[in-house]
Nanobody, 119 residues
């Protein structure tokens, strides 16, 4: 069974930075395409960034975070990261990591980590 534990969220000022971590327990980490998602109050969950499987995955980003966020993975630590820079109030949300292939399954999600950006 795969378990996801997100951490690193917090309260930051406009323009600040945070690094989120997603610690993954379970096998086949390296063979999985990973994504970071977020859900703001009253909104649906949206994909923020993704990184493809393998030791040197390729990253992709939603338009609203391009140039500000960086997704990465450490296969040795079975951890996915999201470096968030130049944070804006509209980035306020609960951030989740998940396998892209499981995103449509409600039971696949962890509890996420809260990111709050003050004005």
């Amino acid at each position: 069974q795969v378990q996801l534990v997100e951490s690193g969220g917090g309260l930051v000022q406009f323009g600040g930075s945070l690094r989120l971590s997603c610690a993954v327990s379970g096998r086949f980490f390296i063979s999985v395409d990973w994504g970071w998602y977020r859900q703001a109050p009253g909104n649906q969950r949206e994909l923020v960034a993704s990184i493809s499987s393998g030791s040197r995955g390729l990253a992709s980003y939603a338009d609203f975070v391009k140039g500000r966020f960086i997704i990465s993975r450490d296969n040795a630590k079975s951890t996915v990261y999201l470096q968030m820079n130049n944070l804006k109030p509209e980035d306020t949300a609960v951030y989740y990591c998940n396998q892209l292939r499981l995103a449509t399954y409600p039971e696949s999600w962890g509890q996420g980590t809260q990111v709050t950006v003050s004005s």
